[in-house]
């Protein structure tokens, strides 16, 4: 399979728990991107990457949010001290530099926060 | 700012026929661009096709095709000849302004396509 992969699938956490989502891109893109989709609303933008940095992240980003890159390949995003609204799917998207080229998904990370 | 706008939370569709899903959208950008993923419950977002703001015909993918009127500011994706895996949720997407490439996505519609 050479989508965009993801993983855990799904990830249950106590709050105030730490929880880390890994995503693996298409090898030959060098964007890569996090959404996140709560129920009933379409993805909203997280952060960018293009190759190894960190060149957007959005206001909703908040500081218990880390996302890193390392060497271009895979990438992580971390969730400090979770809260209940941190509850989503968490999906991770790559592509080529390209400007009209689409964007390919991962089928995501959902995250329950109990 | 820019924003994508889907109306129908729903829609209904009879196996074999066609379907139009809404999207309109509001830029200040002469260059943009606008996608449409399928969202099965799976959850893995799927590109449909894409329309260029300043590409002169409509976009066609298939059995996918974009009622593109740039006047209006729409962008309406027809699905002809439904089939029952096309029951899913459907978003709307523009391209945002600056060199990131991100997408901004409406709310989405569920089809249900019925036997």
């Known amino acids: 399979d050479t989508g965009v992969s993801q993983d855990p699938r799904h990830k249950i956490t106590k709050r105030g728990q730490n929880v880390t989502f890994r995503c693996d891109p298409i090898?030959?893109?060098?964007?890569l991107y996090w959404y996140r989709q709560t129920l009933g609303q379409g993805p909203e933008f997280l952060t960018y990457f293009q190759n190894e940095a960190q060149l957007e992240k959005s206001r909703l980003l908040s500081d218990r949010f880390s996302a890193e890159r390392p060497k271009g390949s895979f990438s992580t995003l971390e969730i400090q001290r979770t809260e209940q609204g941190d509850s989503a799917m968490y999906l991770c998207?790559?592509?080529?530099?390209?400007?009209?080229?689409?964007?390919?998904f991962g089928q995501g990370t959902r995250l329950t926060v109990v | 700012a820019q924003k994508i706008t889907q109306t129908q939370p729903g829609m209904f569709v009879q196996e074999k026929e066609a379907v139009t899903l809404d999207c309109t959208y509001d830029t200040s950008d002469p260059s943009y661009g606008l996608f449409w993923y399928k969202q099965p419950s799976s959850g893995e977002m799927i590109f449909l096709i894409y329309?260029?703001?300043?590409?002169?015909q409509n976009a066609t993918e298939g059995r996918y095709s974009l009622n593109f009127q740039k006047a209006r500011k729409s962008a309406n994706l027809v699905i002809s000849a439904s089939q029952l895996g096309d029951s899913a949720m459907y978003f709307c997407?523009?391209?945002?302004?600056?060199?990131?490439?991100?997408?901004?996505f409406g709310t989405g519609t569920l089809l249900a396509v019925q036997p």
């Open positions: 090898s030959e893109h060098n964007r």
């Open positions: 997407a523009m391209r945002a302004s600056g060199a990131t490439n991100k997408l901004i």
């Open positions: 329309q260029g703001s300043y590409d002169q």
């Open positions: 998207a790559s592509s080529y530099t390209r400007l009209n080229t689409e964007a390919f």
